[in-house]
Structures are given as structure tokens and as C-alpha cells.
């Protein structure tokens, strides 16, 4: 127990720095980028923007191990807006090159319950110069949970604003095909659980399958992460998908790279 305590002891330390750093005009933080790939065409049609921390003490450390513990501090608000402008700033270079690139933004339930994260996102694009047509929101598994009516209703006003919703954690948890009839979205991301094993399994392949040709039939484009080897893709050019991720075509990277190899 007493490695234990030592651990936990290390993670509130390291918590407390980032969180210090976040109110601290988000010092040590950067973003990187994963293109989302047209199957069928093989091109990037757009990218995920990724919040990342980093620095001499604790090396670079993943969203899933703060934001967690963070999200509904108010220093979380502050990280999600610096985000949004970061990155459609560096988005402006590629949509000067593909008008019809997406900027995908992760979006916990904290923001998006939030009575002015739409006020937020207008004013990042006003401040930047970034399209409102070309951002992607990719909502949060929790974003579920939110106030049906609220959700319903926010997601429509950013429809009509040209905005493109993506439901992430598809296919996981609390009924997701029944979530989908109420709720019109632009795209499903389906959850790299989906494809570990779609190579060794048929019974994981067959699901895939039923169940993209399932969230296509409402209606939005079907994208995949965790795409790892040649094997898997070819599996997945099988079934109803439409986009992928992983580090088969591209690790997360910077703004030049992608623009460089990607648009």
C-alpha cells in the first residue's frame, strides 16, 4: 500500500501542475493531429485535433489521464476555448488548400452543457477566421447524458450553423442505436474496442458489420479509430464505413505534417 499511496501521491501532484498550467494561458500544452481517411478514396478528408501536455518533469501525458479529473473545474473552460482557437488557426492552413477539410474538436459534456459553449465557438471562428462549416464536433460518450431536449436542441442550432456533429463512442454503452432516432448527427465514430480483434474473430467481424449497416441506416457516415495494419483496413473496406483512423495510416502529428502529406 505504501507504493500505492507513493503512485496516487504523484498523480495529485502531477494533476495540480497541469491544472496550473491550464489557468497559466495553458502553458506546456500543445496539439496534435490525426487525418481521418476516406476508405473508399483513400485521401484525408480531414484531421482530430488532440490536446496534449508536456513537459521535462512528466514527459507527455494523454488527454484520458486529466481530463477526467478536470473536467468540471473551471480551468477545464479555459483549456477547451484555448483549443478551439489553436486549432482553427492551424486549421485555416487546411482549408486554404481543401475548402472542404474537416477540423474534428473534442467535446466533453461539461462544455457542451454549458449555457454559452455555442456563444464560445462562434467567437473562436469570429476570431480566427475559421469556417463554422468546416468544424466537426465529436461529442463525448457523456454528452449522452445531458438533458435530452437540451441536447436536441443545441444540436440543431449548430446543424443550422453549418456546424458537423459526430457522435463519438459509438456503439458503447447506454443504447446508441436508440439514442440515434432522436438525434440527428453527420457522422458515428465507433470505439477502437470494434476492431482489436476483427482479424482473429469472425463473431467481431460480423458485428462490425451489422452494426455499421445499422448506423448507417439513420442516416450518418460511419468513421472507425484503431485502425493498426493493412489486415484490419482490408476487413473494414468490407462493411458500411466510410472513414478511418489510426496509426496504420498516420500517428498523431503536427499541423505541418498533415498539411504536408495530407491535403
Known amino acids: 500500500s505504501g507504493n500505492f499511496k507513493e503512485g496516487s501521491k504523484k498523480r495529485l501532484q502531477m494533476i495540480d501542475e497541469i491544472r496550473n498550467c491550464m489557468v497559466n494561458d495553458c502553458e506546456n500544452f500543445h496539439v496534435k493531429y490525426q487525418p481521418v481517411i476516406n476508405i473508399a478514396a483513400g485521401k484525408a478528408v480531414g484531421v482530430e485535433a488532440l490536446?496534449?501536455?508536456?513537459?521535462?518533469?512528466?514527459?507527455?501525458?494523454l488527454p484520458e489521464d486529466f481530463i477526467p479529473v478536470?473536467?468540471?473545474?473551471?480551468?477545464?473552460?479555459?483549456?477547451?476555448?484555448?483549443?478551439?482557437?489553436?486549432?482553427?488557426?492551424?486549421g485555416l492552413k487546411l482549408v486554404a488548400k481543401n475548402p472542404d477539410f474537416l477540423m474534428g474538436l473534442n467535446i466533453a459534456a461539461s462544455q457542451f452543457g454549458?449555457?454559452?459553449?455555442?456563444?464560445?465557438?462562434?467567437?473562436?471562428?469570429?476570431?480566427?477566421?475559421?469556417?463554422?462549416?468546416?468544424i466537426c464536433l465529436e461529442l463525448s460518450k457523456n454528452c449522452r447524458l445531458l438533458d435530452q431536449e437540451l441536447l436536441k436542441e443545441k444540436v440543431a442550432a449548430l446543424r443550422e450553423m453549418g456546424v458537423k456533429i459526430l457522435l463519438d463512442d459509438f456503439g458503447s454503452g447506454f443504447a446508441s442505436l436508440e439514442f440515434l432516432k432522436h438525434l440527428p448527427v453527420d457522422l458515428v465514430k465507433f470505439d477502437m474496442q470494434f476492431v482489436e480483434n476483427i482479424v482473429e474473430s469472425e463473431t467481431d467481424r460480423q458485428d462490425l458489420k451489422q452494426l455499421s449497416a445499422l448506423a448507417a441506416l439513420h442516416?450518418?457516415?460511419v468513421v472507425i479509430k484503431g485502425i493498426e495494419t493493412e489486415e484490419m483496413?482490408?476487413?473494414?473496406?468490407?462493411?458500411?464505413i466510410d472513414r478511418g483512423q489510426g496509426f496504420f495510416f498516420e500517428r498523431p502529428t503536427d499541423i505541418e505534417t498533415i498539411v504536408e502529406k495530407y491535403v
Open 233 to 240: 483496413l482490408n476487413i473494414i473496406s468490407d462493411s458500411q
Open 70 to 90: 478536470l473536467e468540471h473545474d473551471f480551468a477545464f473552460e479555459e483549456m477547451g476555448i484555448w483549443l478551439m482557437e489553436n486549432a482553427m488557426r492551424d
Open 219 to 221: 442516416g450518418p457516415r
Open 114 to 134: 454549458d449555457s454559452f459553449f455555442v456563444e464560445s465557438l462562434k467567437e473562436a471562428s469570429d476570431n480566427t477566421g475559421f469556417p463554422m462549416k468546416n
Open 51 to 61: 490536446v496534449r501536455f508536456e513537459n521535462d518533469k512528466y514527459g507527455e501525458v
